[in-house]
Each structure stands twice: as structure tokens, then as C-alpha cells.
């Protein structure tokens, strides 16, 4: 009976907290750690992002760690993302899973690349008549770390919820900034074919002060639906060898419109993956694709991510999964 009432408990609470966070979400024009908005893994990025309600093993640290739960025994990532302009991201996950209980370790870090340093005491022509714009010979390297700590537990065969506590920092060379946040997930398994349902806040923490201003960490909340339209427990058609998976997501930023996640898997044997998913309301974000190939526990992904006018975004991430 305790455990039962522990266990309401806790799933009042967390509902509670997305709530809590979801109505605080007043509009801003400017949000803080920018990076934290990158999504780390190949798997994630190549269905759009929509895949808080899916098993995603240990790829689950980012989206929704409440479905780390879902894999037995150690699983690991080490994923690389080749961003805009020389700047690189680089993640490492870690998870250990059983009976219904999960602890994770997630480390991220984000490489802005060199930068010259300008100032305009510097600025101005030279003693041999060439002109300085400025540069004064040093050279910067800011970038940023994630550090994080995760628990997942199973309540009943149908919910589970997981907890992030991350330290991020910045270092923008004359400025540096830290922060202590969290991502909470809920899932909510229909038991109805394969129908999954799901709930997350990430990033929430408090406001960041730079100079004479604050502002606020971009804290995300979703709500995503998942399901089999092909495969075993299928909502149309059942197969032993094919998968096709639809998911999707609705996504309150706290610094931009509500926005929409499509995303779509389709596995032979759970072998080969194919991926593609759409952004929607976004500036410049769009199409994604993606494949994957799983064998004897090792797994390698990658994503292909479209913008307008700008360069396309690869992703690449090798993972491995060691059942008990």
C-alpha cells in the first residue's frame, strides 16, 4: 500500500514540475547557453528530433531519460556533431539499467574553434603601409562543458520518469558562466499495440547574469506520441522483419513560437535503419535523414540536417549495448 501511494507520488510530482515549468514560459527574445539547443546524437537529429517517446537506449540521456529504463544492463555513446563554422560538439553517455532502475553519466562539450582577438587600440595601418584591422596576434579558444548525472525508475509496466541534474559552463574568454539544471522526463507506455506517450522539460535552472542583464536558459518542453505503424504490435500491420515507426512533437521553446517534430524509423531485422524527419516553425531548420547499422550490440549512426542558408550539419555516433 505505501509503495503504491510512493509511487502516485511521484508521478503527481513530476507532473506538477512540467506544469509549473510549462506556464512559466513567458516569451523572451534571448536565451542563454545556446548550445544546449544542439541535439547531440545521429539517431535523434536524423528523425527531427522527435523522439522523446521512443526506446532510444542510451541515446534516452538527451531526450527523455525516463526511457533509459528500457535497455537492460551497460550501454555507452560517444557522439560527434560538425557544426556551423570550425565549431564542434562532442558528447559521451554511459548507462547502467536493471529491474526497472537506471543511472546514467553524460558528459558534452562544445568547441567554438579559434578566434582572433581585435581591438581598436590595434586597428590601423602598419609601419610597412598594411592595414590592421585590428588584430592583435592572440588567439581564443572559448567553448563550453556539460556535465550530467542521471536516474530513471520504472514505476509500473506502464510509466516510468527519469531526472538529469547537469553543470554546464561557458567559457567566452572575458566572461565565464555556470549553471546547475535539470531535464525530467515522464513515459507513459498505452500497452495499447505500440502506442507510447511522453512529457519532458529540459534544461531548467535559473537565469544567467551577464553584466547588467539576465537571461534565461533555454528550457524546452515536449510532448511526444510514438508508435508502430508496421512491425510487431503495429497499429496497422504486423511483421516479424520489418519496422516502420512514426513519432511526433509538440515543443514549447522559451524563446520562440510553438514549434513541431515529424519523425520516421524504418529497421530491417533491426539491422539496417533509415531515417527522416521535418522541423516545423523553425527559422532555418527543416529536412532531416539519417541511416543506421546495428550488429551484436554495436550500433553506428549518422544524420544528414538541411538549413536555409546555411551549411548542412553531420552527425555521427557509435554506440554499444551489453545486456546482462
Given at each position: 500500500m505505501?509503495?503504491n501511494?510512493?509511487?502516485?507520488?511521484i508521478?503527481?510530482l513530476m507532473i506538477?514540475?512540467m506544469?509549473?515549468?510549462l506556464?512559466?514560459?513567458?516569451k523572451?527574445?534571448?536565451t542563454?547557453?545556446?548550445?544546449?539547443?544542439?541535439?547531440p546524437?545521429a539517431?535523434?537529429?536524423a528523425?527531427?528530433g522527435?523522439?522523446?517517446s521512443?526506446?532510444m537506449?542510451?541515446y534516452?540521456?538527451?531526450?527523455?531519460?525516463?526511457?533509459?529504463?528500457?535497455v537492460e544492463?551497460?550501454?555507452?555513446?560517444?557522439s560527434?556533431?560538425?557544426?556551423f563554422?570550425?565549431v564542434?560538439?562532442q558528447?559521451?553517455?554511459?548507462?547502467?539499467?536493471?529491474?526497472g532502475?537506471?543511472?546514467?553519466?553524460?558528459v558534452?562539450r562544445?568547441?567554438?574553434?579559434?578566434?582572433?582577438?581585435?581591438t581598436?587600440?590595434?586597428l590601423?595601418?602598419?609601419?610597412?603601409?598594411?592595414?590592421?584591422?585590428?588584430?592583435t596576434?592572440?588567439?581564443?579558444?572559448p567553448g563550453a562543458?556539460?556535465y550530467?548525472?542521471?536516474?530513471a525508475?520504472?514505476?509500473t509496466?506502464?510509466?516510468s520518469y527519469?531526472?538529469?541534474?547537469?553543470?554546464?559552463?561557458?567559457?567566452?574568454?572575458?566572461?565565464?558562466?555556470s549553471?546547475?539544471?535539470?531535464?525530467?522526463?515522464l513515459?507513459?507506455?498505452t500497452?495499447?499495440k505500440?502506442?507510447?506517450?511522453?512529457?519532458?522539460?529540459?534544461?531548467f535552472?535559473?537565469?544567467?547574469?551577464?553584466y547588467?542583464?539576465?537571461y534565461?536558459?533555454?528550457?524546452t518542453?515536449?510532448i511526444g506520441?510514438?508508435?508502430?505503424?508496421?512491425?510487431r504490435?503495429?497499429?496497422?500491420?504486423?511483421?516479424?522483419?520489418?519496422r516502420?515507426?512514426?513519432a511526433?512533437e509538440?515543443?514549447?521553446?522559451?524563446?520562440?513560437?510553438?514549434?513541431?517534430?515529424?519523425g520516421?524509423?524504418y529497421?530491417?531485422?533491426?539491422?539496417l535503419?533509415?531515417?527522416?524527419?521535418?522541423?516545423?516553425n523553425?527559422?532555418?531548420?527543416?529536412l532531416?535523414?539519417?541511416?543506421g547499422?546495428?550488429?551484436?550490440?554495436?550500433?553506428?549512426?549518422y544524420s544528414f540536417?538541411?538549413?536555409?542558408?546555411?551549411?548542412?550539419v553531420?552527425?555521427?555516433?557509435?554506440?554499444?549495448?551489453l545486456?546482462?
Amino acid at each position: 500500500m505505501c509503495h503504491n501511494k510512493l509511487k502516485r507520488s511521484i508521478i503527481i510530482l513530476m507532473i506538477v514540475m512540467m506544469g509549473a515549468g510549462l506556464f512559466a514560459f513567458e516569451k523572451v527574445g534571448v536565451t542563454s547557453f545556446q548550445f544546449l539547443k544542439v541535439t547531440p546524437d545521429a539517431r535523434s537529429a536524423a528523425m527531427g528530433g522527435a523522439t522523446s517517446s521512443m526506446n532510444m537506449g542510451i541515446y534516452s540521456i538527451y531526450s527523455n531519460p525516463a526511457n533509459l529504463v528500457d535497455v537492460e544492463g551497460w550501454s555507452g555513446d560517444v557522439s560527434y556533431v560538425d557544426y556551423f563554422f570550425d565549431v564542434q560538439h562532442q558528447s559521451l553517455a554511459l548507462s547502467w539499467t536493471r529491474e526497472g532502475i537506471s543511472l546514467g553519466l553524460v558528459v558534452l562539450r562544445a568547441d567554438y574553434g579559434d578566434i582572433e582577438e581585435t581591438t581598436v587600440e590595434a586597428l590601423g595601418y602598419l609601419s610597412n603601409g598594411e592595414f590592421n584591422p585590428g588584430l592583435t596576434g592572440n588567439v581564443f579558444r572559448p567553448g563550453a562543458q556539460v556535465y550530467g548525472l542521471s536516474f530513471a525508475q520504472k514505476l509500473t509496466d506502464k510509466f516510468s520518469y527519469g531526472i538529469v541534474a547537469k553543470y554546464a559552463f561557458e567559457n567566452m574568454v572575458y566572461v565565464n558562466k555556470s549553471a546547475l539544471m535539470f531535464d525530467v522526463g515522464l513515459l507513459y507506455d498505452t500497452k495499447f499495440k505500440s502506442l507510447r506517450l511522453s512529457a519532458a522539460i529540459r534544461n531548467f535552472g535559473s537565469q544567467i547574469q551577464y553584466y547588467d542583464y539576465s537571461y534565461p536558459l533555454p528550457q524546452t518542453m515536449v510532448i511526444g506520441l510514438s508508435g508502430n505503424i508496421i512491425g510487431r504490435e503495429a497499429l496497422l500491420s504486423i511483421s516479424q522483419q520489418h519496422r516502420l515507426t512514426m513519432a511526433f512533437e509538440l515543443v514549447q521553446p522559451r524563446d520562440y513560437d510553438q514549434q513541431y517534430h515529424i519523425g520516421m524509423e524504418y529497421a530491417l531485422n533491426e539491422i539496417l535503419f533509415v531515417r527522416s524527419g521535418y522541423k516545423i516553425n523553425y527559422d532555418s531548420q527543416g529536412l532531416t535523414l539519417g541511416m543506421g547499422l546495428k550488429w551484436k550490440g554495436i550500433n553506428f549512426d549518422y544524420s544528414f540536417s538541411s538549413y536555409k542558408n546555411l551549411p548542412a550539419v553531420s552527425r555521427f555516433s557509435l554506440g554499444y549495448n551489453l545486456s546482462k
